[in-house]
């Protein structure tokens, strides 16, 4: 406890307030994450192998560069969007757990728009370790078998 | 020399003398405890399934009620919402303050999204949140200022005391693009809180939003925290934001 000197106070008394559940509740439920994840296909996953180019540990989110070989010979470059490092850092992730030139797997929710980017659900590291990323309401990501 | 210094010393021993004796009769004629809520916090009982099934956990607070805007104000704001669904499931969702590495503001950042720290010091109570590392300041046992004299901002201008075990905040200054949920208010905005613990470990916070211009009646609702021990808020600097807003305000993702 912390003593302190008294002021004068009114004195009020205030209700907690009940209610029903409302539209805004619904609408505070699907808000918890800063960004809208609305881009991303909410129907289908991808699963990507490939080399890795960059580790972008920042905020607003971390990014891993991902180079993915193609049946034909030819590279194809993914960006994968991970969470922010704050939440990452609250469940384990470390920026030295991948570093360029790593092999990762990557189940990620591709973008709508058919762009070579996808929001990544879970790593699986060049150890065998599979971490899964920190996205709210994950649940709402169908998984698919789709391989790139 | 030495008796030269001692004679200059007297007056100062006198005065700290009395300085010490006076608070110390300060301190001994109306002490009171003010709750220790200072520390690491995070939101209790929020998100989908928070209530649903199992015993209810009265630490909880209920759901909000639904805020009370006058009819021209209450069609713009499910105007805005409307047009947020659609682009959503458009899959083109609408850029918002954070697309432009902006900070919450007052009340959202009372929401407490990323973990929350309270430190109470001599005369203020400081609370930061972790995501953007925003701040906030309450002066306390201080006079509010009148709203002509408040500079708006994102946190606006707060005073609070303590109602035995409750801290009573007023807040005013809001810029009018800091909006919590969308919805618009004027510059007579005015963020009240009633911060109780109501057990050990959690806090609760009654936030009334008054604003008499764009709510029919005040609107109130309650966030509960529960303490984080051990836990220290990390940094957060919006440091390399891939999205951003196209000309149309939408939400869009630079492609490296």
């Known amino acids: 406890m912390i003593v302190a000197t008294e002021v004068t106070m009114s004195s009020r008394r205030t209700a907690w307030v009940g209610g029903v559940l409302s539209l805004l509740m619904l609408m505070a439920a699907t808000a918890a994450a800063h960004h809208s994840f609305a881009v991303f296909d909410h129907t289908r996953t991808l699963t990507i192998h490939g080399t890795v180019t960059r580790f972008q540990w920042t905020n607003p989110h971390a990014f891993l560069e991902v180079d993915v070989p193609q049946p034909d010979g030819s590279m194809k470059h993914y960006s994968i ?35 070579p980017v996808g929001l990544g659900l879970e790593v699986t590291m060049a150890d065998g370790t599979t971490k899964a990323l920190p996205v709210p309401n994950v649940g709402s990501f169908k998984r698919t078998t789709e391989t790139q | 020399m030495k008796a030269r210094q001692l004679i ?45 099934g199992g015993p209810r956990d009265a630490t909880i607070p209920p759901p909000a009620p639904p805020p009370q805007l006058k009819p021209q104000y209450a069609k713009q704001w499910q105007d805005r919402i409307m047009a947020g669904r659609a682009a959503d499931a458009k899959g083109e969702p609408l850029a918002t ?18 973990p929350m720290e309270i430190l109470q010091s001599r005369g203020q ?18 006079p509010q200022k009148s709203f002509e004299d408040v500079e708006p ?23 009018e693009n800091v909006r919590f949920q969308n919805m618009p208010h004027s510059p007579q905005m005015r963020i009240k809180e009633r911060m109780k613990l109501v057990s050990p470990n959690v806090l609760w916070n009654e936030i009334t939003i008054e604003d008499p211009v764009v709510f029919e009646k005040p609107h109130t609702y309650t966030v509960a925290y529960r303490r984080m021990p051990g836990y220290t808020l ?11 807003a196209d000309d149309k305000g939408r939400q869009k993702i630079r492609i490296n």
């Open chain 2, 8 to 52: 200059w010393s007297l007056p100062l021993v006198a005065f700290a003398a009395v300085v010490v004796a006076q608070s110390g009769a300060r301190a001994q004629s109306k002490p009171v405890s003010v709750p220790d809520i200072t520390g690491s916090w995070e939101r209790h009982g929020a998100g989908p399934g928070a209530r649903a």
């Open chain 2, 153 to 175: 901002g994102f946190y606006g201008h707060s005073v609070g005391r303590w109602d035995g075990d409750t801290l009573v905040v007023d807040t005013i200054g809001i810029k």
């Open chain 2, 125 to 142: 109570v400081t609370i930061i949140e972790e995501a953007f590392t925003q701040v906030r300041r309450i002066l306390m046992d201080t």
């Open chain 1, 81 to 115: 969007e991970l969470t922010s490092i704050n939440m990452m850092q609250r469940v384990g992730w470390r920026s030295n757990m991948i570093k360029a030139g790593d092999k990762v797997t990557a189940v990620v929710a591709p973008l709508l728009s058919g762009e």
């Open chain 2, 97 to 114: 303050n954070y697309t432009d590495c902006l900070p919450d503001g007052m009340p959202t950042m009372m929401g407490a999204m990323f």
């Open chain 2, 234 to 244: 990390l940094e957060y600097i919006c440091e390399d934001n891939r999205e951003y």
